[in-house]
Structure formats: C-alpha cells, structure tokens
C-alpha cells in the first residue's frame, strides 16, 4: 500500500522568495517518487524524480527535491520564485520497481507567486 | 503530433447521457493511461493499456465506464448514463514504457473537462 499526502493545497510566496512545497508518502516497498507541474490550461509534466540513485535531485526551471526517508518525506524547493512558476504541482509515489501502473498521486499544491 | 492530444478540451452533458472521449497518445508509445481528476482532488487511475495485452481496468468506478485502444493507437473512454459525479478532468497520459525508472516518463494530455448537468 502506498499514499501520498501534499501539506497545503495552496501556497502563496513572494517572487524571489523559497518555495517549500511539502510531500510525505508512505510506502511498502522502496519508493520511486516524482514532481509534476501542471500550468493552466495544460496537462503535467515531470519536473523530477527520485529512483534510488542520490538523495538530493535536481529538476527543470530550477526545482529540486530531497529523499529523506527517515522522514518519509520528498519536498520541492526552489530558492528564488519566478512569476512563471505560478502553477499546479503534484507529488506522487510508485512502488513497485517505479510501475506507472502503481503511481499515487497526491491531492496537489496550487502555487500562487505575488509581485 | 508531438505531444498527447485529446478531445473533447470540454464537454457539458445533461445527466443520463452517454459521453465519449478521444486520446490520440505520442506515436510509438506503448503504454497508454486514463485518470480522472476531481477538483481538489489528486489523479485516480482509471485503466492502463500496455501494447496487446489485456488492458489493467481495476480502476474503472463501474461498469458505466469502459475504454477501448485498437492497437497502439488512439484510445476512447465511454461513460454511460453519466452521472453529476463524473464531473472531472479525464486524462490521458502514454509513455515509451512501463518503468518510470529509466525512460518509462509519462507524457499527459490536456484533459478533457467533463461537466455533467
């Protein structure tokens, strides 16, 4: 059994500021963990991955996201916000050897970048 | 075409009516996935298709939704008698294969927004 929980569906920062979006999961099995980034008006696209190899990854536009998982946690972060970044992101979880067919997607973060 | 396309973008239906959406996934892409996104909520899978095999249906609600692909190829998914709680986003999403691990990445559609009156 897996799940993904995303504290906060929605997260509001300054342009320049961090951006801390919050995942913690819960699996069976070593995880494969993954961002997704949703704009309006367009389907999700992979900004990262977690597949067992270094803990911390980095991702497009800036992204990353550390394995903790002595925390079960795999938050995304960005240290300066763009105006651009304003979006939709989803945590998600596959066990399993990384099976799509096993992805857990989380509830999402709606980002809100204010001038 | 270079991404995953689908239609309807949008759709508004009256309660009792039959719905059906296209997905016309990234040529050569094996695999092939429907979810349902509720507002607020995140992705549920729906179905998988992977190549020839028998398509994964256990996330179907029931037996009013069904989905067909004729080979690796454009994909429908059929809701009958469409209920106010189908209202969602479908999407699709096709990858080259099945592992997320290596060069499985899952490419999603835009959705279509289903609106049941």
């Known amino acids: 059994a897996q799940s993904v929980t995303q504290l906060g569906s929605h997260v509001s920062v300054s342009e320049g500021a961090l951006v801390l979006l919050r995942c913690n999961y819960s699996s069976s099995v070593p995880p494969y963990l993954f961002w997704y980034v949703q704009y309006p008006n367009q389907g999700l696209q992979l900004l990262l991955k977690y597949t067992s190899a270094a803990t911390l990854v980095k991702g497009i536009n800036g992204f990353e996201a550390e394995f903790k998982k002595s925390e079960t946690s795999f938050h995304l972060t960005k240290p300066s916000a763009h105006m651009s970044d304003a979006a939709e992101y989803f945590c998600?979880?596959?066990?399993?050897?990384?099976?799509?067919?096993?992805?857990?997607f989380g509830s999402g973060t709606q980002l809100t970048v204010l001038p | 075409g270079a991404g995953v396309s689908q239609s309807p973008s949008n759709k508004v239906t009256e309660k009792g009516k039959d719905v059906e959406l296209r997905c016309d996934p990234i040529?050569?892409?094996?695999?092939l996935y429907w979810y349902r996104q509720r507002l607020g909520q995140g992705l549920e899978f729906l179905i998988y298709?992977?190549?020839?095999?028998?398509?994964?249906k256990s996330g179907l609600p029931s037996d009013r939704f069904s989905a067909e692909r004729t080979g690796e190829s454009v994909s429908t998914l059929t809701i009958q008698r469409t209920q106010q709680e189908d209202s969602a986003v479908y999407l699709c999403?096709?990858?080259?294969?099945?592992?997320?691990?290596?060069?499985?990445?899952?490419?999603f559609g835009e959705g279509s927004r289903l609106t049941v009156l």
């Open positions: 998600a979880v596959s066990g399993n050897s990384g099976s799509a067919r096993q992805l857990t």
């Open positions: 298709f992977q190549g020839n095999s028998a398509p994964d």
């Open positions: 040529s050569g892409h094996t695999a």
């Open positions: 999403a096709s990858s080259a294969g099945q592992g997320l691990g290596g060069t499985g990445e899952l490419f």
